[in-house]
């Protein structure tokens, strides 16, 4: 069974910085971040490709997140800047198995982004 | 990237069938067969259920069943038990290295 576990969430100001890690098993696939706000549905947050070079955001993070990995750790991170309290979720780290279709998901990670 | 389209709420006795639907555009679900369902229980992550339409990962009871009609997928619980009472989620590839999902569907085992 794949594992996957996030860290890094916490309670932030709004315009500050967090980083989040996840560390999974079976790393060669297509990573991704997936985010669900308190009550709320699945956003699906940025992707990156096997060698870390293809990223792809949602159109909401794009220009304040970077998504990056670093397969000799089987780490993937994401790195949040000017944080905005509609960004308050919490983040799922999540393996995909081909075309947007995540097949293993971390427990997640909460961020809060006060006002 | 308009979500996708759920209806708020299923239900359906014991033994029974339900179907939820998911509409998209043919950006997204009608464009490709790339649409995936996600059960999730309170306070648990998501899993995944069905995905590229009709596939069942490992360990999925085959009374989960997908399938898609031009924008709208769907997928179908046979045989209703008292644990398939959950949210459901369905995701869509939507171009553009882009995905999205649907608001989500309370499924109700009465």
Redesign the interface.
């Known amino acids: 069974e794949v594992q996957v576990v996030e860290s890094g969430g916490g309670l932030v100001q709004r315009g500050g910085s967090l980083r989040l890690s996840c560390v999974a098993s079976g790393f060669t696939y297509w990573m991704g971040w997936v985010r669900q706000a308190p009550g709320k549905g699945l956003e699906w947050v940025a992707s990156v490709g096997q060698d870390g070079r293809e990223k792809y955001y949602a159109d909401s993070v794009k220009g304040r997140f970077a998504i990056s990995r670093d397969n000799a750790k089987n780490s993937l991170y994401l790195q949040m800047n000017s944080l905005r309290a509609e960004d308050t979720a919490v983040y799922y780290c999540v393996r995909d198995r081909g075309f947007y279709s995540f097949e293993s998901w971390g427990q997640g990670t909460l961020v809060a982004v006060s006002s | 990237?308009s979500?996708l389209t759920q209806p708020p709420s299923a239900s359906g006795s014991p033994g029974q069938s339900v179907t939820i639907s998911c509409t998209g555009t043919s950006s997204d679900v009608g464009g490709?067969n790339?649409v995936?369902w996600?059960q999730q229980y309170p306070g648990k992550?998501?899993?995944?259920m069905i995905?590229?339409v009709t596939e069942r990962?490992s360990g999925v009871p085959d009374r989960f069943s997908g399938s898609k009609s031009g924008n709208t997928a769907s997928l179908t619980v046979s045989g209703l038990q008292a644990e398939d009472e959950a949210d459901y989620?369905c995701?869509?590839?939507a171009g553009n290295?882009?995905?999205?999902?649907?608001?989500?569907t309370k499924l109700t085992v009465l």
């Open positions: 990237q979500a490709y790339y995936s996600y992550a998501p899993k995944l995905y590229e990962p989620y995701g869509s590839f290295s882009n995905a999205v999902f649907g608001g989500g």
